[in-house]
C-alpha cells in the first residue's frame, strides 16, 4: 500500500465512503428542525460532501489534474463570492441559479458517459443507457426552466405570463419527440446516435422554456420548488448510469424535499400543481375583478392614529407581505416592533407559506432584521390566536388576508388558506392604494368596519408610526 | 450493483427522505432549499469521474464546465445556508445557549 490508499472504482472501500457521506446528508438534514441545530446539520452535510468528493479523487486511474483543479476553483470561487455577496430579498433567483446548474451538470454528465459508452464499443447495457436518457431530458428541462426562472425573478425578463400561442401543441409535440427520440437511441443500444442524443437535449431545453415562461410571477415559489424536485431526480438518474450510491440517495433526498414543497405550496396557494403549470393565473390582468369601478367606503387613516392604536394595544400581530420586501421594509417595521415592545405590547409575526417569492422567504428577510426566531409564526399556529389579538397590522399582504377566500364560495381564491386577520378587534393595513393583489380580485377585507386603512409606502410609513410612538 | 437493488436504494431514500424533511419547520424552508441544492451539487462526483477518465478535447471541456457547476452549488449552497442560519441564531438568548 502506498501513502495514498488508492480506491477502486465500484469498489467496496469507495462504496463504504460514500455510504458514510450519504448518511453525514441524512444526518445534516434531520438537524433542520431549529436554526441552531440546522447550522450545526449544515456543517455535517458539508462534511458528508467533504467525503464524497476526496473518495471521488482517489479513485483509481483519475487524471487530468490540471483541469480538475481549474474547474474546481472556478465553481468554489464563483459560489463562495455569489454567497457572500447575494441580498436576502435575492435568495429566490440565487436558489434558482444553482438549480440550474446542477441541471445544466447532470445534462453534460449525461452526454459525456454516453460518448464514453460509444467509444468502449458494443450495445450500451439499457439499465445504464435509460438513467443516461433521464438524466439528459430532465436535466437540460431543469437547467433551462432554472434560468428562465431567474430571469423572471431577476426582472431581465417580464414576470408576467408570457404564452406562446399553440403553446400546449408545441409541448406535447416536443414531449413526444424526446420520448420517439430516446426510445430509438434504446433500441439502437449497440450504435446510438450522437447527433440525436444532442437534438433531445436541445428539445428538451425548449421544452423547458417554454414551460417555465407562461408562468406568473407570483406562482414562482411553486416552480422553484418543483425545479429543485426535478434537479434532484437528476441527480438520482446519473446516479444508476454512473452506478453510484451516494448520487442516488442524495438525488432522491432532494427529490423528495422539492416535492414536499412544490406540495405544500400549492397548497397554500389552493390551487393543483398542474393548474399552475398549464394555465396562467398567477399573472391574472389586475384590471380583472377590482378597483376600476364604484369606490366602496373604507376607513383611512394616519400615521399618529395607527401610532395610538399600537401602542394602546395588548398584542400585535404583524402580517408581511412580499410589499414589504420590496419596499425594504422589514428593518423599519423591526423598529415598530422594539418601540412597541418597550412598551410592553407583545409583538409576533404571522407569516403565510406563499409570502415572499420562495419557500419560507419572507422568514428569512425578518430573521435578516434581527426579528427573534420564536416571534415567526406559521399561519395554523397564529389563526387561532387571531380574535385575541388587539390590532393585526397588515404590511404589503393582500390576496393572503381576504376574507373572501373563506367566505365567499363563488371567488376565485375560495377555499385559499388566509391569514385570519378579520378575526382581530382591529386591522390597520399599510398600502399604496386600494388595488387589487395578484388574484385581481378586491380585497373585502379593506372595506370592514374594523379596517383601517393606512394609504403608503411601506417603509415610510412604518418609520413615522415608530417616530410617532416614541412621541407619545 | 445490480439494478434492483438501485432501485431499493432509491425507494428507501424517498421514505427516508419524506419523513426528514416534512418535519422541517416551513419557517425554515429557505434554509432547507439551498441546503439541498448544496447537497445536490453531489452531481460533481459524476462530473470528477467523467473528467478523470476523459480522453479527449470535448470531453475535456464537458467535464470541466460540470466539475465547475456542481462546485458552485457545493460551495455556494453550503456558505449560503451558514450565512441564512446565522441570521436566524444570530441573537443569542439568555436562556438557551447552546454550543
Redesign the interface.
Known amino acids: 500500500m502506498t501513502l495514498l490508499a488508492v480506491l477502486k472504482?465500484g469498489g467496496d472501500a469507495a462504496t463504504a465512503l460514500y455510504i458514510v457521506a450519504?448518511s453525514l446528508?441524512?444526518i445534516?438534514?434531520?438537524r433542520?428542525?431549529?436554526?441552531?441545530s440546522?447550522?450545526q446539520?449544515?456543517?455535517i452535510?458539508?462534511a458528508g460532501?467533504a467525503v464524497?468528493?476526496v473518495t471521488?479523487?482517489l479513485?483509481d486511474?483519475?487524471?487530468?489534474w490540471g483541469?480538475?483543479i481549474?474547474?474546481?476553483a472556478?465553481?468554489?470561487a464563483?459560489?463562495?463570492i455569489?454567497?457572500?455577496r447575494?441580498q436576502?430579498t435575492e435568495?429566490p433567483q440565487?436558489?434558482a441559479l444553482?438549480?440550474g446548474?446542477?441541471g445544466?451538470?447532470?445534462a453534460?454528465?449525461a452526454?459525456?458517459?454516453l460518448?464514453?459508452g460509444i467509444s468502449i464499443g458494443g450495445d450500451i447495457p439499457l439499465?445504464e443507457l435509460i438513467p443516461t436518457l433521464l438524466a439528459a431530458v430532465i436535466g437540460s428541462v431543469s437547467f433551462w426552466g432554472s434560468n428562465i426562472a431567474f430571469a423572471k425573478l431577476q426582472d431581465l425578463i417580464p414576470t408576467r405570463p408570457l404564452a406562446v400561442p399553440g403553446q400546449q401543441v408545441i409541448n406535447g409535440v416536443l414531449l413526444v419527440g424526446i420520448v420517439a427520440a430516446c426510445v430509438d437511441i434504446a433500441v439502437n443500444n449497440g450504435d446510438p446516435s450522437q447527433a440525436l442524443f444532442i437534438g433531445i437535449l436541445i428539445a428538451a431545453a425548449i421544452l423547458g422554456n417554454l414551460v417555465v415562461l407562461p408562468i406568473g410571477g407570483a406562482d414562482m415559489p411553486v416552480v422553484?420548488?418543483l425545479l429543485?424536485a426535478f434537479?434532484?431526480l437528476?441527480?438520482?438518474a446519473?446516479?444508476?448510469a454512473?452506478?453510484?450510491?451516494?448520487?442516488?440517495?442524495?438525488?432522491?433526498?432532494?427529490?423528495?424535499?422539492?416535492?414536499?414543497?412544490t406540495l405544500?405550496m400549492a397548497t397554500a396557494m389552493n390551487r393543483s400543481v398542474s393548474n399552475i403549470l398549464f394555465s396562467g393565473f398567477g399573472g391574472a390582468p389586475a384590471g380583472g375583478g377590482g378597483g376600476s369601478g364604484e369606490e366602496r367606503p373604507h376607513t383611512s387613516i394616519g400615521a399618529q392614529d395607527a401610532a395610538i392604536k399600537l401602542a394602546y394595544a395588548d398584542s400585535v400581530v404583524v402580517v408581511p407581505g412580499y410589499g414589504l420586501a420590496v419596499a425594504q421594509a422589514q428593518h423599519a417595521i423591526k423598529e415598530v416592533a422594539d418601540e412597541l415592545e418597550k412598551r410592553g405590547v407583545t409583538v409576533s409575526y404571522a407569516?403565510h407559506?406563499v409570502a415572499g417569492r420562495?419557500?419560507?422567504?419572507m422568514?428569512?428577510l425578518l430573521?435578516?432584521a434581527?426579528v427573534?426566531?420564536e416571534q415567526?409564526k406559521?399561519m395554523e399556529e397564529i389563526n387561532p390566536e387571531m380574535p385575541r389579538t388587539s390590532v393585526a397590522v397588515v404590511v404589503g399582504a393582500n390576496d393572503v388576508t381576504n376574507p373572501a377566500a373563506k367566505n365567499d364560495p363563488d371567488s376565485p381564491i375560495a377555499g385559499m388558506p388566509i391569514i385570519e386577520v378579520s378575526e382581530a378587534n382591529e386591522v390597520i393595513v399599510i398600502k399604496r392604494s386600494l388595488s387589487p393583489g395578484f388574484a385581481g380580485i378586491d380585497n373585502d377585507l379593506f372595506y370592514e368596519a374594523n379596517t383601517s386603512m393606512l394609504f403608503d409606502d411601506a417603509k415610510k410609513a412604518a418609520a413615522d408610526i415608530a417616530a410617532e410612538i416614541q412621541n407619545l | 450493483m445490480s439494478l434492483m437493488t438501485e432501485i431499493a436504494i432509491l425507494v428507501l431514500a424517498a421514505f427516508v427522505g419524506f419523513e426528514v424533511i416534512s418535519k422541517v419547520p416551513t419557517t425554515l424552508h429557505t434554509p432547507l432549499m439551498s441546503q439541498t441544492n448544496a447537497i445536490h451539487g453531489i452531481v460533481m462526483l459524476g462530473g470528477l469521474i467523467v473528467l478523470g477518465y476523459a480522453d479527449d478535447p470535448l470531453e475535456y471541456v464537458i467535464g470541466t464546465i460540470a466539475v465547475a457547476f456542481g462546485a458552485i452549488n457545493i460551495v455556494g449552497g453550503f456558505m449560503v445556508t451558514d450565512r441564512m442560519l446565522g441570521m436566524f441564531s444570530k441573537k443569542p438568548k439568555p436562556k438557551a445557549e447552546d454550543k
Do not use: C, Q
Open positions: 472504482p450519504f446528508f441524512i445534516g438534514l434531520k433542520g428542525t431549529h436554526p441552531t440546522a447550522k446539520g449544515n456543517m452535510a458539508a460532501m464524497a468528493v471521488t479523487l479513485l486511474g483519475m487524471g487530468n483541469l480538475i481549474i474547474g474546481l472556478a465553481g468554489s464563483i459560489g463562495a455569489a454567497s457572500v447575494v436576502m435568495m440565487m436558489v444553482y438549480n446548474v446542477g445544466g451538470a447532470v453534460l454528465i452526454w459525456s458517459e460518448r464514453h439499465e422553484i420548488s429543485n434537479t434532484g437528476s441527480a438520482a446519473a446516479g444508476f454512473l452506478d453510484n450510491v451516494a448520487l442516488i440517495v442524495a438525488g432522491t433526498l432532494v427529490g423528495s424535499s422539492g416535492t414536499i414543497l405544500e407569516i407559506p420562495m419557500p419560507g422567504h422568514n428569512v430573521a435578516e434581527d427573534p426566531y415567526l406559521e
